[in-house]
Each structure stands twice: as structure tokens, then as C-alpha cells.
């Protein structure tokens, strides 16, 4: 299927915002990464930059849970899974040149305190990822409480252990973390 504007502007935004963050990114830069005529913002986003973020976060979300997904299904065993899943990605920041981590959280940082409509798609994006630990706990036999709130400390865990790598420049942190998952799910 073609790639129309509109998802160009979503692509586009999405990896600038992450990069930049909301304030640094201009919808200039982002017409000029997108490669979309200037027409097509306004056109499919009447409400210009904020409806662009709150669209682009959300296809972020999409796209990061079914990562998440696809990760925890390549084992039974919610902690191995899980485990797995942070290794891999360590695995993959230490090799990748890419600054992709924490898809979202730029954005939710500067825009959470006043902008209701962004703070809502990250909060929904946050969630999603949330529940697919949830679902896999639950699917090990975790009972649905302790496994909503597990949920939250390792989506927390990985964020963290994220940014920390980010800071550090290295994967230690990530590792760390993965390292750790069978004493907080024991």
C-alpha cells in the first residue's frame, strides 16, 4: 500500500519529536523530512501541530506495543519473556546507531503539564504498553492486581532503564534491569 502524506507527516513527526522533542521541532522541519507538500498539513490536521502529535504518538503507541507484543509471545513463561525482551532491546541499543528508546516520552515530558489532549494520547499510549506485561502475567498466573500493578513497574523499569542508557551511553542499565526481573517477579 502507498505511503499517502498523511503518514509521511505521522513518520516524520513521530521520529523528530523523539529526537527534538515538541518544542524543538517545527512543522517546517517536519514538512521537509515528511517530503509532503505544505497543503497536506493543514489539510490533514486542521488543528496544525498538536493534532500532528497527538496522531503521532499514537501510531508510535500502536507500533511500540506490537513490538512488546511480538517480544513477550517469543516465550511462555512471563519471566523469561519479559527478561528476553529487555535483553534484546539492550542487545539492540548497544548495536544501533538510531537514538530510539523511549518513543513517547519527550513529548509526554514537555507537554503533560499543559496540553490535555497530548498528555491523553501519551497516557493511552503508556497504558497500552502496560497491559501487554499485564496479559502476559496474567497469562503466567498472576493474579489480575498484582499483575496491573507489575505492569506499571516494569513498563517504569524499562523507561527508566532506558534514559539512564541514554545518559550513561551504554546498555548497562537496560541489562540491569533485565537482570532484575526474576526477583521482582518472583
Do not use: W
Not at 506495543?65 to 509471545?73: A, H, S
Not at 497500552?128 to 500493578?149: N, P, W
Amino acid at each position: 500500500m502507498k505511503e499517502t502524506s498523511r503518514d509521511r507527516l505521522i513518520s516524520a513527526a513521530s521520529r523528530l519529536f523523539q529526537l527534538q522533542g515538541y518544542h524543538g521541532t517545527g512543522l517546517n522541519h517536519i514538512l521537509k523530512e515528511s517530503g509532503a507538500p505544505k497543503g497536506s498539513l493543514y489539510y490533514y490536521f486542521p488543528d496544525g501541530k498538536e493534532q500532528l502529535a497527538v496522531e503521532s504518538v499514537r501510531m508510535t503507541a500502536e507500533h511500540v506495543r506490537e513490538r512488546i507484543k511480538q517480544g513477550l509471545d517469543q516465550k511462555t513463561d512471563a519471566i523469561e519473556a519479559i527478561q528476553g525482551f529487555i535483553e534484546k532491546m539492550a542487545e539492540q541499543y548497544q548495536n544501533d546507531d538510531s537514538q530510539e528508546g523511549v518513543p513517547i516520552a519527550a513529548v509526554a515530558l514537555e507537554t503533560a503539564l499543559f496540553n490535555e489532549p497530548i498528555r491523553e494520547a501519551c497516557q493511552s499510549g503508556y497504558e497500552s504498553f502496560q497491559q501487554v506485561f499485564t496479559e502476559k502475567l496474567l497469562q503466567s498466573g498472576f493474579d489480575e492486581s498484582r499483575a496491573r500493578e507489575l505492569g506499571v513497574v516494569i513498563n517504569s523499569m524499562i523507561e527508566g532503564a532506558f534514559l539512564l542508557s541514554f545518559t550513561k551511553g551504554n546498555n548497562e542499565p537496560l541489562l540491569l534491569a533485565a537482570k532484575n526481573i526474576p526477583a521482582l517477579l518472583k
